[in-house]
């Protein structure tokens, strides 16, 4: 951990010369931390076991002690044992303080302080000139935020911070940053999701959804190469992340229905295979979130199904998609509608 510290003290006094190569070397540590399988959960420190075995034997002789004096037949007052235990709780309490003032309880494990400390410095860094730091910093900072999950108290301060520069990079000149951001972006909506759920309704999904319209009249017409295009890329990477994201920040109705529409298009046989396979997969993320809304909006593309009323005095079920021959969204939506 004190190499850690160097290297982030290396960083902060020599942030413009050494910023691509202590990222380097960040990124690495960050991802031991992860590959280590070090659990985000809360572990306790050998300050605070110590400071539990200590609290235990005390009460313990203290339990000791007023079993020994019941058994000898002296008689323990009611106020005199919740005196004890009044002063029992302020002696936890006061044990429970170190001498900077800080609970021991807040203590945090050593590889989640790492995790705290390299987040704040690359909040910084994500607004650098050089497009191979910020995708560098990008990557770092979702590896930082798988790490401190379950440390919500301390990560959303710093995803608050981090929100302003975030929504450059999703608008970032640079075709090849605009994915990674979008990444970083889905994991953070797994943790922070009342944080984000109205930012991400109000600038991210519209634009998203704007996007996939207009590109998916060029990819349904493209040809085989054009899955090695930015674009496609693109693409591929806001349909990987769109269904996981409306769930995990649980969008309203109206962002669910602009989402699936812009998704629509992307059932067509004549996209390329990927994306279709990217889009079947928003849908069934969809469907698991709203399925009555989903199976509505499908069918109204194309109903492989006749819906006969329940009764002869009910009026019969009429969609725009029902008696309708086959076209090149039958095979996609069959295949969600059977799912």
């Known amino acids: 951990m004190d190499v850690v510290q160097d290297v982030l003290t290396s960083l902060d006094l020599n942030h413009d010369q050494r910023a691509s190569e202590v990222c380097e ?13 070090f659990s985000s959960k809360k572990q306790p420190t050998s300050l605070e076991t110590k400071s539990k075995d200590l609290l235990d034997a005390r009460k313990f002789l203290l339990d000791y002690s007023r079993q020994v ?11 005199d044992q919740d005196d004890q235990d009044i002063s029992s709780v302020a002696e936890d309490h006061a044990e429970s303080i170190d001498s900077n003032g800080v609970s021991m309880d807040t203590v945090l494990p050593p590889h989640i302080t790492i995790a705290k400390d390299v987040m704040e410095r690359c ?6 000139s050089s497009p191979r730091l910020r995708l560098k910093v990008l990557h770092i900072l979702k590896l930082c935020v798988h790490v401190m999950c379950e440390f919500k108290d301390h990560l959303f301060p710093i995803v608050h911070r981090c929100w302003p520069v975030l929504q450059q990079r999703l608008n970032d000149e640079d075709p090849f940053i605009i994915p990674q951001a979008f990444k970083l972006l889905c994991t953070m909506g797994e943790v922070c999701t009342d944080f984000l759920k109205k930012r991400a309704s109000k600038t991210v999904i519209p634009k998203i959804a704007a996007y996939l319209t207009k590109q998916a009249q060029t990819s349904a017409k493209a040809g085989p190469n054009y899955t090695q295009s930015l674009n496609s890329k693109l693409q591929l990477a806001y349909l990987q992340g769109l269904g996981p994201l409306c769930v995990s920040l649980d969008l309203d109705e109206s962002d669910v229905d602009m989402v699936s529409e812009a998704c ?67 095979h996609n939506i069959v295949k969600l509608l059977k799912d």
């Open 25 to 37: 070397v960040l990124h690495s540590v960050m991802k031991a931390i992860v590959t280590l399988g």
């Open 69 to 79: 004096k019941l058994a000898e037949g002296i008689i323990i007052s009611q106020k």
């Open 123 to 128: 909040i910084h860094l994500l607004s650098m």
């Open 264 to 330: 629509l298009p992307y059932l067509s046989y004549q996209q390329p295979p990927k994306l279709q396979e990217a889009c079947c997969s928003v849908f069934q993320c969809l469907i698991n979130k709203d399925p009555d809304v989903i199976w509505f909006t499908l069918c109204e593309r194309f109903c492989p199904y006749i819906y006969q009323p329940l009764h002869r005095d009910l009026m019969p079920v009429k969609l725009c998609g029902m008696g309708q021959p086959e076209n090149e969204y039958t």
